[in-house]
């Protein structure tokens, strides 16, 4: 069966440090990779695309990279801040219908 | 400029009755999308308008629920004859384009059925 999946437990780390965040997939062939920034009561905010022919994406202290051999994308926030906590979710392209991740909690610990 | 906007942001009603969640997209985006999130859960696809194409409804959960999209721009959800587990909070986000591109989202419906 297709499957996405993202660590549901949350991830917590100290204000500096880097954030890695995992999306593996199962039985997907997409074409690209997207992800988003979901904060408490409020609708998911784009951040990221990956095209599968890139290996890595980076925007400000963001970086993505996405493994298509591995069926897995790399979620990372260099130098994190409080601001940086919240939900972010996985999703990708499949059939031209993006496909969503559950999410996974980050908490950023000043 | 303006975002994806929905209203209600909440709305509480008693299972049996039908409820119309609104949202307007974008202006100039022709791709609109309706999700819907449950709590501790992922987004879950309900249905898909892309220009004047017939919209994708593979994603309605059953006929209770239905969507138009007037003009090209406003859309309306509406669910008939509410269950509690329609409680929910309801998504809309648009596109530049086709499907495939990244989406902007709402704010969301919190839906309520007691």
């Known amino acids: 069966s297709q499957k996405i999946e993202q660590n549901s437990e949350a991830l917590n780390i100290q204000e500096g440090k880097t954030a890695t965040l995992t999306c593996n997939y199962t039985?997907?062939?997409?074409?690209?990779l997207q992800w988003y920034r979901q904060d408490p009561g409020r609708g998911p905010v784009f951040l990221l695309l990956?095209?599968?022919?890139?290996k890595e994406k980076r925007k400000e202290r963001l970086k993505v990279t996405f493994d298509t051999t591995l069926k897995q994308s790399l979620f990372h926030i260099t130098a994190s801040q409080p601001a940086d906590s919240a939900t972010y979710l996985c999703a990708l392209d499949s059939f031209q219908k993006l496909v969503f991740g559950t999410g996974t909690r980050l908490l950023v610990s000043p | 400029g303006a975002g994806v906007s929905q209203s209600p942001s909440n709305k509480v009603t008693e299972k049996g009755k039908d409820v119309e969640l609104r949202c307007d997209p974008i202006?100039?985006?022709?791709?609109l999308y309706w999700y819907r999130q449950s709590l501790g859960q992922g987004l879950e696809f309900l249905i898909y308008f892309q220009g004047n194409s017939a919209p994708d409804k593979s994603g309605l959960p059953s006929d209770r629920f239905s969507a138009e999209r007037t003009g090209g721009s406003v859309s309306t959800l509406t669910i008939q004859r509410t269950q509690q587990e329609d409680s929910a909070v309801y998504l809309c986000a648009s596109s530049l384009r086709q499907r495939s591109y990244e989406q902007y989202f709402g704010p969301g419906t919190r839906l309520t059925v007691t």
């Open positions: 202006s100039g985006h022709t791709a």
């Open positions: 990956i095209r599968e022919n890139e």
């Open positions: 039985n997907y062939s997409p074409a690209y």
